[in-house]
């Protein structure tokens, strides 16, 4: 057993890590950093490119960020933000590309349409006041709404061809959209980063987090492949080990995560790799989620181009699976319960029966009932034409709630502790859209001096909308959205051909 003692410990070869990685050799290039991964690869779970569905999270298309208030009210509050969080990662982005960090941009991002579709007269008549409040706001100046069967065919034939004549339905369209592959992030900035003295560490994981009396940490190790366990000391420690981050953090003992649990949702997706079939569909579409289905289970239709093919996903398929990683244990679940957090994982259980009831339909959904579901998006689907792939663990957060005893929180949330020497981050989506907001919050709480002393100086010559944001002038927005679009190549894409 040998000891090291080294600047930065990152947990997990996923986009956050490799992201907080490079943000921190940017501003300090003289720390230490390791990097262990239990796979044999990075951006094997969910940032990996056929474990997600690659939407650039910019509250485009998803309705999960607007929703609609018991009284018929809309907000643009929570959606405006979360494509402001976006807008921070494509100008992250494009400064790396003028540097030389990432590649060329068509590896990783590609313009692609994001859509909403809806039907029934309720659903259109909310889409359409969703888009009149929308269309004001700059970053939504672009949004485009129509219940015309022939305007919706042009932009996306599958979602029209042989549907109904009498049937009622809606969509908006934003050109803005992007189609990202999170792994080639991933694999490209972590690159980066060995390049520069960073150690990675492949199929060695990380089991058991303690902190010594100097304040720094001692970080336990098992090399998978040899078995033997190492300690290796760091100065601070970031757990970006996706749905592994929970476990983690808990042996840390931190003040700050009594009361979190952790609850998995699996997923699957319907994948079509016929060409003539891809090429009739270039847009990410998104519709209304089921009653009583958690907001990560909203029905969409994809386009994802991946190491630079075009593929059509369709889902996800809910279902549920105690292993908190996709490779991981049927006792991650079980193995999470502490007593601080057993009054919130049971208040959400005895709550959340909608969301019981519609994981225990998704597991037991025949085939043919999943390629009805499809099929509400695209009439002409064949079932021979798609297959299904298993996509990543998805674990919610629970947590204390002071009114309700214990929620289920859809969403990512950055835990600090131990007077900043130590991060994690939780839940699931926006996730790796966001990864540039939420690792540069974890910089200003974990090093709140140097942050102001001149790291937040620096990160804004490459990001020039940090603390400031873009929304609030339409002239900035606008120049911000081109001058990105215009360094990652973000062309509008061609629309598909309209059969008469």
């Known amino acids: 057993m040998s000891k090291n003692t080294v600047d930065v410990v990152l947990v997990g070869g996923g986009v956050m890590s490799a992201t907080l990685g490079t943000l921190i050799k940017q501003v300090q290039p003289d720390w230490s950093i390791e990097i262990f991964e239990s796979r044999s690869q990075v951006a094997t779970e969910s940032s990996n490119a056929w474990n997600n569905a690659g939407t650039g999270h910019a509250a485009l298309c998803e309705l999960n960020y607007m929703p609609e ?79 015309d069967p022939e305007k919706i065919a042009e932009w996306a034939p599958l979602l029209v061809d042989r549907r109904a004549k009498d049937e009622v339905f809606a969509a908006t369209r934003s050109e803005s959209g992007t189609d990202v592959d999170f792994g080639a992030v991933t694999h490209q900035l972590i690159d980066h980063l060995v390049s520069k003295g960073a150690n990675l560490h492949l199929e060695q994981r990380v089991t058991k987090l303690h902190r010594q009396t100097d304040g720094t940490w001692n970080v336990h190790v098992e090399n998978l492949s040899g078995h033997a366990r190492t300690i290796v000391n760091a100065k601070f420690v970031f757990v970006g080990a996706g749905g592994g981050a929970l476990p983690l953090l808990q042996t840390s003992g ?3 995560i009594k009361g979190f649990g952790g609850f998995p949702i699996s997923g699957k997706f319907l994948k079509c790799d016929k060409p003539e079939i891809v090429q009739q569909h270039r847009a990410k579409v998104y519709g209304k989620a089921a009653v009583g289905a958690p907001p990560m289970s909203v029905p969409h239709l994809d386009t994802r ?57 998704e597991v037991l959904a025949s085939r043919e009932k999943q390629m009805a579901t499809l099929r509400e998006y695209m009439p002409t689907a064949r079932t021979e034409d798609w297959q299904m792939i298993t996509a990543g663990q998805r674990v919610q957060v629970m947590k204390k709630d002071p009114q309700k005893g214990g929620i289920l929180q859809f969403g990512t949330e950055v835990i600090t502790g ?3 020497s130590i991060a994690g981050l939780l839940g699931a989506s926006p996730g790796a859209s966001t990864a540039v907001h939420a690792m540069i919050d974890v910089l200003q709480r974990c090093f709140p001096e140097q942050y102001e002393g001149g790291w937040k100086a620096a990160f804004k010559q490459q990001i020039p909308a940090l603390g400031e944001g873009v929304n609030g002038d339409a002239a900035v927005a606008a120049a911000t959205l081109a001058e990105t679009a215009e360094v990652l190549g973000l062309v509008p894409a061609a629309q598909p051909a309209v059969e008469a």
């Not at 908190?324 to 709550?351: E, Y």
């Open 69 to 147: 208030g018991k009284d018929g009210s809309l907000s643009a509050a929570k959606a405006i933000d979360i494509n402001e969080q976006f807008q921070l990662s494509r100008q992250w982005w494009s400064s790396l590309v003028k540097q030389g960090v990432l590649g060329e941009p068509s590896s990783f991002i590609n313009a692609t349409p994001h859509m909403t579709f809806v039907r029934g007269e309720a659903n259109v008549d909310y889409l359409r006041r969703r888009h009149e409040l929308l269309q004001s706001e700059p970053l939504f100046a672009d949004m485009e709404f129509s219940d």
């Open 305 to 361: 181009i991946v190491d630079g093919k075009e593929s059509l996903l369709f889902g996800p398929y809910a279902g549920f699976s105690p292993n908190f990683l996709k490779k991981g244990s049927w006792w991650d679940l079980p193995g999470s319960v502490r007593a601080h957090n057993l009054g919130p994982m049971l208040k959400v259980g005895l709550t959340e029966f909608g969301l019981e009831k519609y994981l225990v339909g």
């Open 418 to 420: 131990a007077e900043g």
């Open 254 to 256: 931190i003040p700050e």
